[in-house]
């Protein structure tokens, strides 16, 4: 009623036109106000895609990669974009999913083959991914319940170095750390930008930059490589740790608590997180299927990947503790800043990178630090087939040499052992390595043999004692060689070869005491001659070791080389060019069954 009252008293003072013109005014406000309202034009709700394309397989630059999986990438492209229309819209990046309707089937393969030989992956369907986009949690349940001292752990500057790198993959990585990391904890974000060449990556990158947080770009002038730009990085650096990754992550959630607790616990402790994989070609995010995996080395001083050996996973009572690794892959890890620089930082005299990984990693270990992979930190990367930038002096010779280096400072004796599986490398040399000397002098360093005794103690080191026979495995009746057949990772198939007369790696062969295994120190890793199983007649595969015996365990009696499980014989099958490496019923006459090591055979 008081309400009314003043409007009736404010009414007797105003003018009738005045009165009609406000009560039109308000039946018009009423009226919009019921009106069922429809999204405004510059915000139009998702539509469906346009049918799926299918389209014609062309010329690839990249060995046939794109011709072979275009079509799959397409299709996981438009599920990417089928997600964003059934509300799930983080996913994918509105604006680029917007122009991907309008463009013709030639643009859209223009695109793609565009950022394959760019980057190596497919930045087609990166630009069309979300920067903050949601990803799996991928850390064991156990890591879920951890807390964490947050007031007490030392914060990071996370360095990203990069050369010509997409800018999707750039910035997601950024964005992948501020948006799962306690802001705390983040000192600032480097982007250590090594002489790229691309116009994305200098003014529309330092006006994007702007807008984000903690984060600025530093320029080299010239190309210096991965090793300087990293040092670059930390030299530049304010906080207390100093965290390396590559530009093309994705940090998962509670991924920096567990690195910088065991840095809070010992500052000596160098860690790494576990390595998700990011599909190259869909950029699918997947969890790494185990954590009990750590990076080794082989003699022919390739990181690699082995999992725990069995009578040590019986040790671990707890899945999520930390696990001590002879070596890292060298792109992602966590280390005090002012330790970094107290134990070398990098070897300055190795260029771009190769090798790098292997040095530190053994310094590490041998100056009184210790190398952990940390099962509850999790870290999406993209891994990529090649590089697609250059090497100033050639790849080849750059990483050996790199190699070389890492031989002649850290591995004593042992380095005779290198030089046995990559003979060639001798005549590159190793530059100037007198400071890398010195250092390891000053900082009292222990020899390589304390390193393979206490740290990797399951190395196959191929010494006399430790050996059945080396070198080619040949077949005198055939004049044919054991032969991996390949230098590829996968699909690495065991079969006969002329003899190369110890010019061919994929003809050296290591028969060990300890295993039994016949192994190949490759370039993806050591792999054993593998029988899976079968009748006799069955052919052979080059499977990675893994030191448990059974597919791989071999026996030598007199000339003839036996599967310990089924008890067949090794046998060079010839028939003119069909030529197979089988295994069949033992039989002493058969000199299809008798082998000799070229190298080392006590048993010949």
Known sequence: ???????????????PTDIVIGVAVLLFLAHVASVKREPATEAPPWKPPPPRRVLPLGNDPHDQQVQQQLQEQMEESER??????????????????????????EEVKQEQDEGWKRNNFNQYISDRISLHRPIKDTRHAMCKDRTYPLDKLPDTTVIIPFHNEARTTLLRTVWSILDRSPPSLINEILLIDDASTMEHLKAPLDEELATIPKTRVLRLSERSG???AKVFGAEQAKGKV????????????????????RIYLDRTTVVTPVIDNIDK?????????TVITRGIFTWSLTFSWLDLPWFEQKKRKDPIAPLPSPTMAGGLFSMDREYFFEI???????????GENLEISFRIWQCGGTLEFIPCSRVGHVYRDFHPYKFPSGAVQTINKNLNRVAEVWMDEYKELYYGVRPHHRAIGTGDISDRLELRKKLNCKPFKWYLDNVFPDMMVPLPENLLGKGAVKNAATNMCLDSLSSREVDMKAGLYPCANGKSENQMFYFTTKYGEIRREGTFGAR???????????????????????NQEWKRSGKQIVHAASKLCLEAAVNGNDRKLIVNTCDSNNANQEWTFTEYDPGA
């Open 281 to 289: 070609k869909t950029f699918a995010y997947t969890g790494s299927p």
């Open 1 to 15: 009623m008081r309400v009314v009252s003043r409007l009736w008293a404010l009414c007797r003072r105003t003018r």
């Open 344 to 354: 070398g930082s990098y070897d300055m005299g190795m260029d771009v990178w190769g």
């Open 226 to 228: 991965l090793i300087r």
């Open 80 to 105: 990417l974009l089928d997600q964003a229309r059934e509300h799930k819209s983080s996913t994918v990046d509105r604006e680029l999913y917007l122009s991907t309707l309008k463009q013709s089937e």
């Open 528 to 550: 054993c001659l593998d029988f899976a199983g079968g009748k006799p007649g069955s052919t052979l595969s080059m499977y990675g070791c893994h030191l448990m015996k059974g």
């Open 242 to 261: 100093v965290t390396f990754l590559d530009s093309h992550c994705e940090c998962n959630v509670g991924w920096l608590e567990p690195l910088l607790e």
